[in-house]
Nanobody
Framework: QVQLVESGGGLVQPGGSLRLSCATS????????IGWFRQAPGKERDEVPC????????YYSGSVKGRFTITNNNAKNTVYLQMNSLKPEDTGVYFC??????????????????WGQGTQVTVSS
């Protein structure tokens, strides 16, 4: 019943922008947090942004802070990730996931139970 569907990925040049969407169903979005995780080849999966709907708090990893913005629209059960000033190191598959809360900081690794299928983001000239 729980479903998350990512969209909006693609190929962009360095310095460009993309807007990712995570459409959710099967649960009450405003009661949970949604995190975006990036999986790059040969690297561990990292949570880059997160938004907690109950209190509106957000989390950003140090590598994306100031460039990425996560927002939600609870009425549409959708979470968005606006990515600006993209760098080649931002390349990877981006997954959204349902979680009980956002990380407290870069030192905490969350393990959500429900994931989307991912959308590929490639930043290259």
């Amino acid at each position: 019943q729980v479903q998350l569907v990512e969209s909006g990925g693609g190929l962009v040049q360095p310095g460009g922008s993309l807007r990712l969407s995570c459409a959710t169903s099967g649960f009450t979005l405003y009661s949970y947090a949604i995190g975006w995780f990036r999986q790059a080849p040969g690297k561990e999966r990292d949570e880059v942004p997160c938004i907690s709907s109950p209190d509106g708090r957000t989390y950003y990893s140090g590598s994306v802070k100031g460039r990425f913005t996560i927002t939600n629209n609870n009425a549409k059960n959708t979470v968005y990730l606006q990515m600006n000033s993209l760098k080649p190191e931002d390349t990877g598959v981006y997954f959204c996931a349902i979680d009980l809360r956002c990380p407290s900081g870069d030192w905490e690794r969350r393990e959500p139970d429900y994931w989307g299928q991912g959308t590929q983001v490639t930043v290259s000239s």
